[in-house]
């Protein structure tokens, strides 16, 4: 089956740091690729998302390249902000399966 | 404006006692999902639906059931058989299931159990 991984958190970084947060998948067919972003007490909103290999998603200075040879799509940032603290979820979906996938979530916190 | 609502923001219920949750999109989504969100846990899927009349058990449906009768509403009911519903649920919908898409979320509904 399809699964995704994402990098163990929390996350605490200083403001202007840069941002890597990573993602793994395993998929049986060729799946789209996203980030989403939740913040406490909200639902998910798409952050970015990628369709097929080597497409870069992007968005308010986040990006993340789709890597087949390496199942991954890590989301990155050069400068994050206090505002960017949020829970980040990757996920996939798979057009064989029916429905999308989710990692654990990611928890960033900023500091000033 | 499109998009997706859920009622109530907050919902307590008695222990024993079945809740329905609510969910309306007007997007025009042939899809819906519902998940469930634990404090500090991911998105465990519930249940889903690809079309109208038609659903699937997602992940941990024991306890839960649905009904699909509008393409706009997907409601939830949260059954006594549930052992431990204190949680987050979110409901989502896409154009279609599973294909190249993203999801779109509500804002989400915390139910208690008292």
């Known amino acids: 089956g399809n699964s995704v991984t994402q990098m163990e958190g929390p996350v605490t970084l200083s403001e202007e740091a840069f941002l890597t947060i990573n993602c793994t998948y395993t998929?049986?067919?060729?799946?789209?690729l996203f980030w989403y972003v939740q913040y406490p007490g909200e639902g998910l909103q798409l952050l970015l998302k990628?369709?097929?290999?080597?497409d870069k998603g992007s968005n308010k200075g986040f990006e993340a390249t789709y890597r087949k040879e390496t199942t991954s799509f890590h989301l990155e940032k050069g400068s994050v902000q206090v505002s960017d603290s949020a829970v980040y979820f990757c996920a996939l979906s798979d057009p064989n399966a029916g429905k999308s996938t989710f990692g654990d979530g990611t928890t960033l916190t900023v500091k000033p | 404006d499109g998009g997706i609502t859920q009622s109530p923001k907050y919902l307590f219920r008695k222990e024993g006692q079945n809740v329905t949750l609510s969910c309306e999109q007007n997007l025009n989504h042939d899809a819906m999902y519902w998940y469930r969100q634990d404090p500090g846990q991911g998105l465990r899927l519930i249940y889903y639906?690809?079309?109208?009349?038609?659903?699937q058990k997602g992940d941990i449906a024991e306890g839960y059931s649905v009904s699909r009768e509008k393409k706009e509403s997907f409601p939830l009911t949260v059954t006594s058989a549930q052992k431990n519903p204190t949680a987050f649920y979110l409901c989502?919908?896409?154009?279609?299931?599973?294909?190249?898409?993203?999801?779109?979320f509500g804002p989400g509904t915390r139910l208690t159990v008292l």
């Open positions: 998929a049986t067919g060729y799946p789209s």
């Open positions: 639906s690809q079309i109208v009349n038609d659903f």
């Open positions: 990628a369709t097929k290999a080597d």
């Open positions: 989502a919908s896409s154009t279609e299931a599973g294909r190249y898409n993203e999801q779109f």
